[in-house]
């Protein structure tokens, strides 16, 4: 069973031997939070403690379960010298695995240095941060279970959780569940994710709907304003919540602060009873939502859609369809794709190479579903679940001043002799020339100080 869940922060510097006398007193309401949130724990009585962490191997396709026989870490990089250990609990971490994989899930149990590739030798500090609040000797009958979070779906990921509460059930297991995850990156100027007023809105939002015992919520929050927030924690409390579908819990937030531009929220879930799982209204919602975007395609989408559909399922490719105005016309084309809010593939042509626009949507609609060399191909399980977009591209003109680039209106291409970055109009997250620009450098592995020529460029962006 799942004896409670926990929303912890992992700044290395509440960690005692770190943060010195000035820092702790930035950060007093946290601290005072962890220690609490450790006894409460401790008196929930768990055999195990799983904790997701957001700063282990982290997998787009894949939830990855530690498989080591045992663990240790230390905080040594941040000037700290203590090492911890733990005993993993293998026979939940094997149930987890396996339950898992039953529900048609790609969870895997692999030990840390092999998920690594050898990158990683010991835990991170998104676990030991927070569990240094415990005390020692407690730890030595409790034993632990890691779970990096995963860039699966929103959804899968909650399903996962609603696996490991399944596993602790199936073995009898008592099981305390901690996220472990900052909140917002950018509170104010000189953030680690400079600053963004988006930030502080995720947070407050978080916040409340934790104190409000809310879940479907969750999953109705725009992904591009999360990627604004810059958080590290969100995963994580799906995961969490997972783990406590088809039960009752009262959500309380201990503490939230952020005096170094990061948020730090302590919450904690306690178990009050039971209620109906959410899982088929969680997938169910997401499902409406591709149906109605689909519902809305322009000809143009849809026939991109039919054409990946088609090529990755094997069959012949469609005719198109309602396209009399695009044929004959040339021009460069972008076709993106998108699974669960998160960019899928992107490919395109700046300058026609097709003998009109469809054949060019043809060509790149492919192309992006399975040669961007960002993402493996696309397999057919992930066709139900991917959105379209479609940019027919207007001719480029030269720009010598940075104050004629408009990222709303204006695409725009960076060159330097045979390197060139090109960065469409109008994206999520891009609010400036100059963050659409150094975006379009590093696309072209041109650094911020070397010398470029500028092109500008309109689009017609269809859905």
């Not at 007193?25 to 939070?33: C, F, M, V």
């Not at 895997?108 to 240095?113: D, E, Q, W």
């Not at 030798?121 to 676990?127: A, P, T």
């Not at 969750?218 to 994580?236: T, V």
């Amino acid at each position: 069973m799942i004896t409670m869940g926990a929303l912890v922060p992992h700044p290395p510097i509440m960690v005692d031997g770190i943060g010195g006398h000035e820092d702790f007193q930035q950060i007093e309401k946290t601290r005072w939070a962890m220690q609490s949130i450790a006894k409460k724990i401790e008196e929930s009585q768990p055999e195990t403690v799983v904790i997701f962490t957001p700063h282990g191997t982290v997998y787009r396709d894949a939830v990855i379960v530690y498989g080591d026989r045992n663990f240790s870490g230390d905080l040594s990089r941040f000037g700290l010298t203590r090492t911890w250990h733990w005993e993993n609990d293998l026979p939940l971490a094997e149930a987890i695995e396996e339950l898992g994989r039953n529900v048609g899930l790609p969870v895997y149990m692999i030990p840390l240095t092999e998920a690594s590739r050898g990158r990683e030798k010991g835990l991170d500090h998104g676990v030991l941060a927070p569990l240094s609040f415990f005390r020692t000797d407690w730890f030595e009958n409790v034993k632990l279970v890691v779970i990096p979070l995963s860039y699966l779906s929103l959804e899968e990921l909650y399903q996962f959780g609603a696996v490991v509460a399944k596993a602790a059930e199936q073995l009898n297991r008592r099981v305390a569940v901690i996220a472990s995850g900052d909140l917002s990156h950018c509170l104010k100027p000189g953030a680690p994710a400079g600053y963004r007023p988006e930030g502080a809105e995720f947070d407050r939002r978080l916040v409340e709907l934790i104190s409000a015992n809310e879940v479907v919520p969750f999953f109705e929050l725009n992904p591009h304003w999360l990627e604004k927030a810059a958080e590290c924690g969100f995963r994580s409390v799906i995961m969490l919540l997972g783990t406590m579908d088809g039960l009752d819990f009262q959500g309380e937030v201990y503490s939230y602060e952020g005096p170094f531009g990061v948020g730090y929220a302590v919450a904690s879930f306690t178990i009050r009873g039971k209620r109906e799982s959410l899982q088929q209204t969680i997938f169910d919602a997401r499902k409406a939502r591709v149906a109605k975007r689909r519902s809305e395609e322009s000809a143009l989408v849809r026939y991109a859609r039919k054409v990946v559909e088609a090529y990755v399922s094997g069959e012949k490719l469609p005719e198109p369809e309602g396209l009399e105005e695009f044929r004959g016309q040339k021009a460069g084309v972008f076709v993106s794709l998108k699974e669960n809010g998160q960019l899928r593939g992107c490919i395109g042509t700046t300058e026609p190479t097709q003998d009109d626009i469809i054949e060019e949507v043809t060509h790149n609609a492919i192309a992006a579903a399975t040669r961007d060399p960002r993402f493996d191909p696309v397999e057919e399980f992930e066709l139900d679940n991917l959105v379209y977009s479609v940019d027919v591209l207007k001719p480029a003109e030269p720009v010598i001043d940075m104050r004629e680039l408009d990222p709303k209106r204006y695409g725009v291409i960076v060159s330097r002799g045979s390197r060139k970055g090109l960065l469409l109009p109008d994206l999520e997250g891009v609010d400036t020339a100059e963050e659409q620009v150094a975006i379009a450098r590093r696309k072209a592995g041109i650094s911020p100080d070397e010398p470029v020529e500028l092109q500008r460029f309109e689009v017609v962006r269809y859905f």
